[in-house]
């Protein structure tokens, strides 16, 4: 059974760097053909995708946020992190991980239950 | 602005058949798959469908898929109360390098 998770502050400020940690199980980043990617969405609005890392540590990141992102791994913990500088209040909103497969063309088929992030002074 | 394009909202009676547009361009629907997802108040996304028509395990088959050029359509057979939720389609844009998003079409179940 897959499951992820989120974690991290629910509160930062303003040219704050935000970290947040992905914890899963039931799979391994050591596999093949699979990934975790983040995705964001704003209160009311639509999901905007950030990043992803595979099993071979490539890293594709959204264009738009590439000069503040930040995706690792740490394969033995089973976690993913992501590291995302100079925080604005545009940046608030519901971050999620989710687990990746290109086998099948899958997608993104499992989610985590998303942490709410508020970037406020 | 969104790149993928739906109605804001779609609307039906129970037992109804609703049918959901996504429309792209040839650097995303046109050259890849296209993927819909459910998402219920207050939760994480859910797939229901992926590379362009297939149904994960669980998902019910009165729920279907499809993609024609650069629309694609979700369609949802014996509508149910419990369909009442967003809908947000999605797929890779090539000239972008990036996911990208339709703005999410809210279902009403009257």
């Known amino acids: 059974q897959i499951t992820l998770k989120e974690s991290g502050p629910t509160l930062v400020k303003p040219t704050q760097t935000l970290t947040l940690t992905c914890s899963f199980s039931g799979f391994s980043l050591s596999t093949s053909g699979l990934a975790v990617g983040w995705i964001r969405q704003p209160p009311g609005k639509a999901p905007e995708w950030l990043a992803l890392i595979y099993w071979n540590d490539d890293k594709p990141y959204s264009p738009s946020l590439k000069s503040r992102l930040t995706v690792t791994k740490d394969t033995s913990k089973n976690e993913v992190v992501l590291r995302l500088t100079n925080m604005d209040p545009v940046d608030t909103a519901t971050y999620y991980c989710a687990h990746y497969q290109t086998a099948n063309h899958k997608g993104f088929d499992f989610w985590g239950p998303g942490t709410k992030v508020t970037v406020s002074s | 602005q969104s790149v993928l394009t739906q109605p804001p909202s779609a609307s039906g009676t129970p037992g109804q058949r609703v049918i959901i547009s996504c429309s792209g361009s040839r650097s995303n629907l046109g050259n890849r798959y296209v993927y819909w997802y459910q998402q219920l108040p207050g939760m994480a996304p859910k797939l229901l469908i992926y590379?362009?028509?297939q149904r994960p395990s669980g998902v019910p088959d009165r729920l279907s898929g499809s993609k024609s050029g650069t629309s694609a359509y979700l369609a949802i057979n014996g509508l149910r109360s419990e369909d009442e939720a967003d809908y947000y389609c999605t797929s890779w844009d090539d000239s972008l390098s990036t996911w990208v998003f339709g703005g999410g079409t809210k279902l009403i179940v009257l």
């Open positions: 590379a362009n028509d």
